[in-house]
């Protein structure tokens, strides 16, 4: 496929995908419509790279949908110059479009570490993105936000997938579920096992 034809599919994505589910940051618009998808996946991917779905790269990772992505980013709302954290970098696309946005990105990898205990020593960060579906929000990840900042992630409830977000007030946390949305599960993020007797 040919350079002009990803920029066809990507001004679709925009249009098609992204405005009709209430993505509606100029931001992120802009952003989603200028970083070019089709160079975070394999060559042999690259043809499926905007479809509404998410993408299989090998060796466990995947890319969430464009729906999936332009909503977090669009609850999310970042601003340039905030420091942002984002857990699970899959391909570094979403690390991408953070940086088009102007922020300053500390990525995490799974390949790397353990996911679920965040960044600590970067904290704290106005927004925490997670990049991918979790059954949990650990409270150390929590508490690496600062006061009114913000996280977006996706949770999994009853086997449901939920995009959701997220602020820290007055040294709580909250969550609120706005959208069920598909995305790419998360390893590490299981809660405890709870014992009875």
Known sequence: ???????????????????????????VLAAMGDVPRERFVGAD???VAYRDTIVPLGDGHALNPPIATGLLLNAARPLAGEHVLLIGTATGYV?????????????????????????????PYS???????VE?????????????????????????????????????????????????PLPGFAPAPVFSF
């Open 95 to 123: 690390a991408a479009l953070l940086a088009e946005m102007g922020c300053k990105v500390t990525a995490l990898d799974a390949d790397k570490g353990p996911l679920a205990a965040g960044w600590p020593e970067g904290a």
């Open 1 to 27: 496929m040919s350079e002009p034809d990803f920029d066809q599919l990507r001004r679709a994505m925009v249009s098609n995908q992204l405005r009709p589910n209430q993505v509606t940051d100029a931001v």
């Open 136 to 184: 949990q929000i650990p409270s150390v990840i929590a508490d690496q936000l600062a006061e009114g900042g913000r996280l977006v992630g996706a949770i999994i409830e009853r086997g449901v997938t939920r995009l959701a977000l997220g602020r820290r007030v007055s040294g709580g946390f909250g969550l609120e579920s706005f959208a069920d949305i598909e995305a790419v």
């Open 45 to 47: 991917q690259a043809s």
């Open 127 to 133: 927004l925490i993105y997670i990049d991918g579906a």
